[in-house]
Nanobody, 125 residues
Framework: VQLQAFGGGLVQTGGSLRLPCTAS????????MGWFRQAPGKEREFVAA?????????RYADSVKGRFTISKENAKNTIYLQMNNLKPEDTAVYYC??????????????????WGQGTQVTVSS
C-alpha cells in the first residue's frame, strides 16, 4: 500500500488546516491508520489514530485533544486530520501511516510499517 499525505502549509496561530492522506488501495478494513509529526531536532511523535473497525474508534495525543480530529472516508480510501486552533508548537512535518498491530500500540511509531512522504505544517506566532 502506498500513502500520500498533503494539505500542509503556513497558517497563523489559531488557524485551521485539514490534512488528507490517501491510500493506493482499500486499507480501512485491514489496517489501523495514524498521524505522526516530527519537528526539527525532535523525535517523531504520535498525534492521532483511527481504528480499522466499522465504528472508527479514535485515539489522540494529549497535546491535540479537543483541537484535532481524525476521520476516514472509505469510498475515497482517505483519512483526514482536521487541525483547529493551531499553535506554534504544532509546527512539524506530518506523516500518515498504517499498522496491523494491536490497537494498544497505535501510539508507537515503530509499530507502523508503511508511511506517507510527509507534509509540512508551519504555524506562525
Amino acid at each position: 500500500v502506498q500513502l500520500q499525505a498533503f494539505g500542509g502549509g503556513l497558517v497563523q496561530t489559531g488557524g485551521s488546516l485539514r490534512l488528507p492522506c490517501t491510500a493506493s488501495r482499500r486499507v480501512f478494513g485491514n489496517y489501523d491508520m495514524g498521524w505522526f509529526r516530527q519537528a526539527p531536532g525532535k523525535e517523531r511523535e504520535f498525534v492521532a489514530a483511527i481504528n480499522r473497525n466499522g465504528v472508527g474508534t479514535t485515539r489522540y495525543a494529549d497535546s491535540v485533544k479537543g483541537r484535532f480530529t481524525i476521520s476516514k472516508e472509505n469510498a475515497k480510501n482517505t483519512i483526514y486530520l482536521q487541525m483547529n486552533n493551531l499553535k506554534p508548537e504544532d509546527t512539524a512535518v506530518y506523516y500518515c501511516a498504517v499498522t496491523q498491530i494491536l490497537w494498544s500500540y497505535v501510539d508507537e511509531a515503530r509499530r507502523y510499517n508503511k508511511w506517507g512522504q510527509g507534509t509540512q505544517v508551519t504555524v506562525s506566532s
